[in-house]
């Protein structure tokens, strides 16, 4: 089954503690990127990979880290959370511009 | 800075009422405009899309109309039933080397009811 999938679906942790969510896809896509959703805000991307060690920044990736070490795999790094990165975040993948597959989402609390 | 601009924020409707969302951009090197819809607990999955040569898509009970001059788009849904109660994001994106960025509407919480 083609599908995206992250882990863990959800996290509560304290300021400063350092936390990797991690994203796999099975559909050897090139595209991958990670979205933060926050109520009346939408959803906005933190950074988006185009292919193996090719990553660039989306519109808040403060306090934030990628890597693309795969094709397959997109974790993001939060090396010292803090509150205001309580949020549900979504990666995705795509095959170029067209339809992008989300995941189940992780729902992460900073305490 | 929201470069894509989302309304109304939640809009409830009637069974067979027709809902329209309407969204707004800035950037017009913008060539792809995608809507995706979002139930709870599950993350977005795309619903239709749209590329700026065309005025309209339809796809089933779901129409895109766009207007290049305005700067606007928007979806339309027919015949709208209960299952239909989602959330719903319009989105934008370049191609070119930046095919990957792409820019999401606030979203609109859709309610039909019975």
């Known amino acids: 089954e083609a599908q995206v999938t992250q882990n863990p679906r959800y996290l509560i942790t304290v300021t400063g503690k350092k936390l990797t969510v991690t994203c796999s896809q099975n559909m050897n896509h090139e595209y991958m990127s990670w979205y933060r959703q926050d109520p009346g805000l939408g959803l906005r991307q933190i950074y988006y990979?185009?292919?193996?060690?090719?990553?660039d920044k989306g519109d808040v990736p403060e306090g934030y880290k990628v890597s693309r070490k795969e094709k397959r795999n997109f974790p993001l790094i939060l090396e010292s959370p803090s509150p205001n990165q309580t949020s549900l975040y979504f990666c995705?993948?795509?095959?170029?511009?067209?339809?992008?597959?989300f995941g189940p989402g992780t729902r992460l609390l900073v305490l | 800075q929201q470069q894509v601009k989302q309304s109304p924020q939640s809009l409830i409707v009637q069974k067979g009422g027709i809902p329209i969302i309407n969204c707004a951009y800035e950037n017009t090197a913008f060539d792809y405009f995608p809507w995706y819809q979002q139930f709870p607990g599950k993350g977005p999955a795309l619903l239709i899309a749209i590329r700026p040569d065309v005025s309209e898509k339809k796809e089933g009970r779901f129409t895109i109309s766009f207007n290049k001059s305005a700067k606007q788009f928007s979806l339309h849904i027919m015949d709208s039933q209960p299952g239909d109660s989602a959330t719903y994001f319009c989105?934008?994106?370049?191609?070119?080397?930046?095919?990957?960025?792409?820019?999401f509407g606030q979203g609109t919480i859709l309610t039909v009811h019975p």
């Open positions: 989105a934008a994106s370049t191609g070119g080397t930046s095919y990957g960025k792409l820019t």
């Open positions: 990979s185009m292919n193996v060690e090719v990553t």
């Open positions: 995705a993948s795509s095959r170029g511009q067209e339809t992008q597959y």
